[in-house]
T-cell receptor
Framework: DSGVTQTPKHLITATGQRVTLRCSPR?????VYWYQQSLDQGLQFLIQ???????AKGNILERFSAQQFPDLHSELNLSSLELGDSALYFC???????????????FGPGTRLTVL | QKEVEQDPGPLSVPEGAIVSLNCTYS??????FMWYRQYSRKGPELLMY????GNKEDGRFTAQVDKSSKYISLFIRDSQPSDSATYLC??????????????FGKGTLLTVNP
Protein backbone atom coordinates (compact mmCIF):
# COMPACT_ATOMS: atom_id res chain seq x y z
CA ASP A 1 0.00 0.00 0.00
CA SER A 2 1.62 3.25 -1.19
CA GLY A 3 -0.39 5.50 1.12
CA VAL A 4 -1.97 7.32 -1.83
CA THR A 5 -5.73 6.87 -2.09
CA GLN A 6 -7.94 7.42 -5.10
CA THR A 7 -11.69 7.41 -5.45
CA PRO A 8 -13.70 6.06 -7.07
CA LYS A 9 -12.10 2.79 -8.17
CA HIS A 10 -14.36 2.48 -11.17
CA LEU A 11 -16.44 4.99 -13.06
CA ILE A 12 -18.78 4.30 -15.96
CA THR A 13 -20.33 7.24 -17.73
CA ALA A 14 -21.60 8.39 -21.11
CA THR A 15 -20.06 10.56 -23.79
CA GLY A 16 -20.48 14.26 -23.18
CA GLN A 17 -20.61 13.89 -19.42
CA ARG A 18 -18.33 15.35 -16.76
CA VAL A 19 -16.63 13.42 -13.95
CA THR A 20 -14.37 14.22 -11.02
CA LEU A 21 -11.61 11.94 -9.80
CA ARG A 22 -10.22 12.41 -6.33
CA CYS A 23 -6.77 11.77 -4.88
CA SER A 24 -5.39 11.98 -1.36
CA PRO A 25 -1.57 12.04 -1.26
CA ARG A 26 0.64 10.33 1.29
CA UNK A 27 0.81 12.12 4.59
CA UNK A 28 3.33 14.95 4.33
CA UNK A 29 3.69 14.85 0.54
CA UNK A 30 3.21 18.26 -1.07
CA UNK A 31 3.36 17.28 -4.74
CA VAL A 32 0.57 15.54 -6.60
CA TYR A 33 0.78 14.25 -10.17
CA TRP A 34 -1.91 12.94 -12.47
CA TYR A 35 -1.29 10.33 -15.17
CA GLN A 36 -3.44 8.66 -17.80
CA GLN A 37 -2.71 5.05 -18.77
CA SER A 38 -4.16 3.48 -21.89
CA LEU A 39 -3.15 0.44 -23.91
CA ASP A 40 -2.08 2.39 -26.97
CA GLN A 41 -0.42 5.40 -25.30
CA GLY A 42 1.00 3.89 -22.14
CA LEU A 43 1.42 6.01 -19.02
CA GLN A 44 1.17 9.70 -19.89
CA PHE A 45 1.88 12.56 -17.50
CA LEU A 46 -0.99 15.03 -17.34
CA ILE A 47 -0.27 17.64 -14.67
CA GLN A 48 1.57 18.34 -11.40
CA UNK A 49 0.58 20.43 -8.41
CA UNK A 50 2.79 21.48 -5.55
CA UNK A 51 1.25 22.82 -2.36
CA UNK A 52 -1.81 24.10 -4.19
CA UNK A 53 -0.07 25.57 -7.22
CA UNK A 54 0.24 24.15 -10.69
CA UNK A 55 3.90 23.29 -11.37
CA ALA A 56 4.06 21.36 -14.63
CA LYS A 57 1.79 20.40 -17.47
CA GLY A 58 2.08 17.41 -19.72
CA ASN A 59 -0.26 16.04 -22.34
CA ILE A 60 -3.41 17.33 -20.70
CA LEU A 61 -6.39 18.16 -22.89
CA GLU A 62 -8.19 21.49 -22.50
CA ARG A 63 -11.32 19.53 -21.50
CA PHE A 64 -9.41 18.31 -18.44
CA SER A 65 -8.53 20.39 -15.43
CA ALA A 66 -7.19 19.76 -11.97
CA GLN A 67 -6.73 21.50 -8.66
CA GLN A 68 -5.08 20.88 -5.32
CA PHE A 69 -6.86 22.01 -2.20
CA PRO A 70 -5.44 23.45 1.07
CA ASP A 71 -5.61 20.01 2.69
CA LEU A 72 -3.44 18.81 -0.26
CA HIS A 73 -5.97 16.45 -1.78
CA SER A 74 -6.41 16.88 -5.50
CA GLU A 75 -9.21 16.50 -8.00
CA LEU A 76 -9.02 15.85 -11.72
CA ASN A 77 -12.04 17.06 -13.66
CA LEU A 78 -12.78 15.53 -17.05
CA SER A 79 -15.52 17.14 -19.13
CA SER A 80 -17.21 16.61 -22.50
CA LEU A 81 -16.06 13.03 -22.25
CA GLU A 82 -15.26 11.06 -25.38
CA LEU A 83 -14.88 7.33 -25.95
CA GLY A 84 -11.14 7.82 -26.21
CA ASP A 85 -10.96 9.14 -22.66
CA SER A 86 -11.59 5.63 -21.36
CA ALA A 87 -8.42 4.76 -19.46
CA LEU A 88 -6.85 4.25 -16.07
CA TYR A 89 -6.12 7.49 -14.27
CA PHE A 90 -3.39 7.43 -11.65
CA CYS A 91 -2.47 9.92 -9.04
CA UNK A 92 1.02 9.95 -7.55
CA UNK A 93 2.54 11.97 -4.75
CA UNK A 94 6.04 12.90 -3.66
CA UNK A 95 7.53 15.03 -0.89
CA UNK A 96 9.03 17.83 -2.98
CA UNK A 97 8.63 19.92 -6.11
CA UNK A 98 10.94 18.16 -8.50
CA UNK A 99 9.50 15.54 -10.85
CA UNK A 100 12.66 13.48 -10.60
CA UNK A 101 13.29 9.92 -9.66
CA UNK A 102 15.23 10.68 -6.51
CA UNK A 103 12.14 12.46 -5.37
CA UNK A 104 10.27 9.18 -5.67
CA UNK A 105 6.68 9.26 -6.79
CA UNK A 106 4.26 6.95 -5.02
CA PHE A 107 1.31 5.88 -7.12
CA GLY A 108 -2.24 5.30 -6.01
CA PRO A 109 -4.32 2.31 -7.15
CA GLY A 110 -5.95 4.26 -9.98
CA THR A 111 -9.46 5.02 -11.19
CA ARG A 112 -10.72 3.04 -14.15
CA LEU A 113 -12.88 5.28 -16.32
CA THR A 114 -15.15 3.78 -18.95
CA VAL A 115 -16.94 6.12 -21.32
CA LEU A 116 -19.83 4.50 -23.20
CA GLN B 1 9.96 8.53 -33.24
CA LYS B 2 8.78 8.14 -29.65
CA GLU B 3 11.14 9.44 -26.96
CA VAL B 4 11.11 6.09 -25.16
CA GLU B 5 10.61 2.74 -26.88
CA GLN B 6 9.86 -0.46 -25.01
CA ASP B 7 8.86 -3.83 -26.42
CA PRO B 8 5.42 -4.59 -24.94
CA GLY B 9 5.98 -8.36 -25.06
CA PRO B 10 4.36 -10.38 -23.68
CA LEU B 11 7.32 -12.25 -22.28
CA SER B 12 6.81 -15.69 -20.74
CA VAL B 13 9.65 -17.50 -18.95
CA PRO B 14 10.00 -20.51 -16.65
CA GLU B 15 10.71 -20.01 -12.97
CA GLY B 16 14.42 -19.54 -12.31
CA ALA B 17 15.18 -18.00 -15.70
CA ILE B 18 17.15 -14.81 -16.18
CA VAL B 19 14.93 -12.11 -17.60
CA SER B 20 16.18 -9.19 -19.67
CA LEU B 21 13.95 -6.15 -20.21
CA ASN B 22 15.07 -3.26 -22.38
CA CYS B 23 14.25 0.28 -23.43
CA THR B 24 15.78 2.63 -25.92
CA TYR B 25 15.45 6.38 -25.92
CA SER B 26 16.14 9.28 -28.23
CA UNK B 27 16.33 12.29 -25.90
CA UNK B 28 19.91 12.98 -24.81
CA UNK B 29 18.59 15.24 -22.04
CA UNK B 30 17.33 12.29 -19.98
CA UNK B 31 19.32 12.19 -16.74
CA UNK B 32 17.61 9.69 -14.45
CA PHE B 33 16.54 6.24 -15.48
CA MET B 34 14.00 4.19 -13.58
CA TRP B 35 12.22 0.88 -13.63
CA TYR B 36 8.72 0.58 -12.26
CA ARG B 37 6.80 -2.62 -11.61
CA GLN B 38 3.03 -2.68 -12.01
CA TYR B 39 0.98 -5.61 -10.83
CA SER B 40 -2.42 -6.18 -12.38
CA ARG B 41 -5.01 -3.70 -11.11
CA LYS B 42 -2.39 -1.77 -9.11
CA GLY B 43 -0.42 1.43 -9.51
CA PRO B 44 3.24 1.38 -10.60
CA GLU B 45 5.87 1.12 -7.87
CA LEU B 46 9.48 2.19 -8.19
CA LEU B 47 11.92 -0.74 -8.40
CA MET B 48 15.21 0.94 -9.12
CA TYR B 49 16.67 4.16 -10.40
CA UNK B 50 20.07 5.08 -11.74
CA UNK B 51 21.74 8.30 -12.73
CA UNK B 52 24.93 7.40 -14.54
CA UNK B 53 25.97 4.83 -17.08
CA GLY B 54 26.87 1.45 -15.65
CA ASN B 55 25.24 -1.19 -13.49
CA LYS B 56 23.29 -0.97 -10.26
CA GLU B 57 22.37 -4.07 -8.35
CA ASP B 58 19.62 -4.65 -5.79
CA GLY B 59 19.11 -8.26 -4.80
CA ARG B 60 17.97 -10.23 -7.82
CA PHE B 61 17.59 -7.06 -9.90
CA THR B 62 20.28 -5.29 -11.92
CA ALA B 63 19.68 -2.04 -13.79
CA GLN B 64 22.05 -1.17 -16.58
CA VAL B 65 22.38 2.14 -18.41
CA ASP B 66 24.38 2.79 -21.56
CA LYS B 67 24.06 6.49 -22.31
CA SER B 68 26.27 6.30 -25.40
CA SER B 69 23.85 3.83 -27.00
CA LYS B 70 20.75 5.36 -25.35
CA TYR B 71 19.81 1.95 -24.03
CA ILE B 72 18.73 0.76 -20.60
CA SER B 73 18.11 -2.73 -19.30
CA LEU B 74 16.68 -4.48 -16.28
CA PHE B 75 17.87 -7.99 -15.49
CA ILE B 76 16.01 -10.27 -13.12
CA ARG B 77 17.94 -13.29 -11.85
CA ASP B 78 16.28 -16.44 -10.55
CA SER B 79 12.88 -15.14 -11.62
CA GLN B 80 9.91 -16.07 -9.46
CA PRO B 81 6.18 -16.30 -10.22
CA SER B 82 5.77 -13.28 -7.94
CA ASP B 83 7.80 -11.28 -10.49
CA SER B 84 4.93 -11.62 -12.96
CA ALA B 85 3.90 -8.04 -13.69
CA THR B 86 4.26 -5.25 -16.21
CA TYR B 87 7.64 -3.54 -16.08
CA LEU B 88 7.82 0.07 -17.18
CA CYS B 89 10.97 1.98 -17.87
CA UNK B 90 10.89 5.69 -17.15
CA UNK B 91 13.29 8.55 -17.74
CA UNK B 92 13.43 12.08 -16.51
CA UNK B 93 14.71 15.30 -17.98
CA UNK B 94 14.46 18.93 -16.92
CA UNK B 95 11.23 20.57 -17.94
CA UNK B 96 11.46 24.23 -17.05
CA UNK B 97 13.16 25.64 -13.96
CA UNK B 98 13.98 22.93 -11.47
CA UNK B 99 11.16 20.65 -12.57
CA UNK B 100 11.82 17.27 -14.08
CA UNK B 101 9.39 15.48 -16.39
CA UNK B 102 8.97 11.71 -16.32
CA UNK B 103 8.49 9.89 -19.62
CA PHE B 104 7.43 6.25 -19.46
CA GLY B 105 7.82 3.37 -21.85
CA LYS B 106 4.65 1.45 -22.64
CA GLY B 107 5.67 -1.45 -20.41
CA THR B 108 6.56 -5.10 -20.93
CA LEU B 109 4.19 -7.75 -19.59
CA LEU B 110 6.21 -10.52 -17.94
CA THR B 111 4.83 -13.88 -16.85
CA VAL B 112 7.02 -16.28 -14.85
CA ASN B 113 5.62 -19.80 -14.98
CA PRO B 114 6.09 -22.17 -12.00
Amino acid sequence: DSGVTQTPKHLITATGQRVTLRCSPRSGDLSVYWYQQSLDQGLQFLIQYYNGEERAKGNILERFSAQQFPDLHSELNLSSLELGDSALYFCASSPGTRLAAYNEQFFGPGTRLTVL
Amino acid sequence: QKEVEQDPGPLSVPEGAIVSLNCTYSNSAFQYFMWYRQYSRKGPELLMYTYSSGNKEDGRFTAQVDKSSKYISLFIRDSQPSDSATYLCAMSAKSGGSNYKLTFGKGTLLTVNP
